[in-house]
Antibody
Framework: EVQLVESGGGLVKPGGSLRLSCAGS????????MNWVRQAPGKGLEWVGR??????????DYAAPVKGRFTISRDDSQKTVYLQMNSLRTEDTAVYYC?????????WGQGTLVTVS | DIQMTQSPSSLSASVGDRVTITCRAS??????LNWYQQKPGKAPNLLIH???SLQSGAPSRFSGSGSGTDFTLSISSLQPEDFATYYC?????????FGPGTKVDV
């Protein structure tokens, strides 16, 4: 069974930093492209960014609102993908989900709440 | 930047109804369009990818169609578990933006 478990959310002040983790199991993590998607309270879904698998280059792409502030990385030995968030703003408050998939997101974690206040 | 819109933003329906939701892209995205269902407090669930391919495990009452700029998600006979919010998502470039969502309620 595929499982994705996010952790690391919490309360942080504006301008602060936070690192989220997403641990995967039940699939070949090293071959998976991994994404972060967020959802502000009561709002819709917003794609944040993704990291390709190392065989596919391991490169990252980001949505415009987070480019230059957020960094996605991966540790395939730990089957974990990370989202390093710097220079946080109040508008970054959201539930952050990790999700698998290069062109569509077929598995999702349960999400972790980040509150910037 | 390509913008995604959905209509209606919300709709009320009854069990057994046929429901159709529309997603429109401001420029052609070929068939690079996905549909997700989300229930309150839960992660989204993939229903349809590449405009019309039913995701494994998704009920066959869901179907998708369209290409270019206009897409539809149809539910042939609404079931109690289908009351949720539905999002389209473009995946034609590296920016996989979502539509604003359509809430289906009773």
């Amino acid at each position: 069974e595929v499982q994705l478990v996010e952790s690391g959310g919490g309360l942080v002040k504006p301008g602060g930093s936070l690192r989220l983790s997403c641990a995967g199991s039940g699939f070949t993590f090293s071959n998976a492209w991994m994404n972060w998607v967020r959802q502000a309270p009561g709002k819709g879904l917003e794609w944040v960014g993704r990291i390709k698998s190392k065989p596919d280059g391991g490169t990252t792409d980001y949505a415009a609102p987070v480019k230059g502030r957020f960094t996605i990385s991966r540790d395939d030995s730990q089957k974990t993908v990370y989202l390093q968030m710097n220079s946080l703003r109040t508008e970054d408050t959201a539930v952050y989900y990790c999700a698998t998939g290069g062109y569509f997101h077929d598995y999702w974690g349960q999400g972790t709440l980040v509150t910037v206040s | 930047d390509i913008q995604m819109t959905q209509s209606p933003s919300s709709l009320s329906a009854s069990v057994g109804d046929r429901v159709t939701i529309t997603c429109r892209a401001s420029q052609s995205i070929s068939s690079y369009l996905n549909w997700y269902q989300q229930k309150p407090g839960k992660a989204p669930n993939l229903l349809i990818h590449t405009a019309s391919s039913l995701q494994s495990g998704a009920p066959s009452r869901f179907s998708g169609s369209g290409s270019g700029t206009d897409f539809t998600l149809s539910i042939s006979s609404l079931q109690p578990e289908d009351f949720a919010t539905y999002y389209c998502q473009r995946n034609d470039t590296i920016a996989f933006s979502f539509g604003p969502g359509t809430k289906v309620d009773v």
